[in-house]
């Protein structure tokens, strides 16, 4: 038996060193590697996939973020439902369970306008909780809506998603919420979205107007426990997040400011009784 194995091994290692034999083709994964590290972009995600996988998501999130930055949908999506889950983490800290969820609906909101169902269901999920972003459930029934596609898959994991969560959504919707949000549905056409139209974060409902006083030339407002006059820029905390705002205006009523994370200027007024 030793004979005949060391005859075979002998028999091969000639017939692959024969002049003029093919070597093997490398297998498809090198191929995508290989592509994948010359920049093509589908490749970078497929890898991405890949690594996810095998269950190395930091590598996962190098490829991803190199495919999301050329524009694909898929990678997107994946980085959203990835930084999502570290957003939710109890382990992490508050600030980082920020930054983790604004970049997560970043990407959510660039792959769901580009028509990718799991990040248009991921997307709907966010607007439904509010725990991110500013709960809006007519926007939620749009996403979910729009996750659910035709609907004419029985095996469409996220659709099937989709739709149960839609269904507990519209329990706690009015009829004019419903409507809306049919209408928003189907007035979506898939196109790429501006840094300007992400929705805003959560934590910008926590900064509020506390105080007004001062003489007309020289109005005050306290904002999250600072106090500011046109002109002054400082950081305040917004729930678990600390971010620089301007004072633009100090009117008799209310204060306009803008600030980093904020899509233009934004008008606070004291609540009723102050």
Known sequence: MKNLVRLSVAALALFV????????????LADLKAA???????????????????LDEPTALVWYRKAAAQGVAHAQSELGRILIGYASSPAAKPAM????????IAFFLKAANQGESAAQFGLGQQYASGKFIKQDYAEAYKWFTLAIGSGSNPFDIVGIGAKMARDAVILKMTQEQIATGRSRAAAF???TVAATALPEPAWAQEIKLRGLSGPPNRRLAIINGQTFQK???LVIKAGAKSVKIQCVDVGESSATITGEGLAGQRELKLAPGR
């Open 17 to 28: 060193t024969q002049p003029g034999h093919t070597q093997p083709a490398a297998p498809p």
């Open 36 to 54: 994948a590290e010359k920049g093509d972009a589908q490749a970078q995600a497929k890898l991405g996939d890949v690594f996810r996988a095998a």
């Open 97 to 104: 369970q920020t930054q983790h969820a604004e970049e997560a």
């Open 189 to 191: 056409v898939p196109n």
């Open 231 to 233: 002109g002054d820029e």
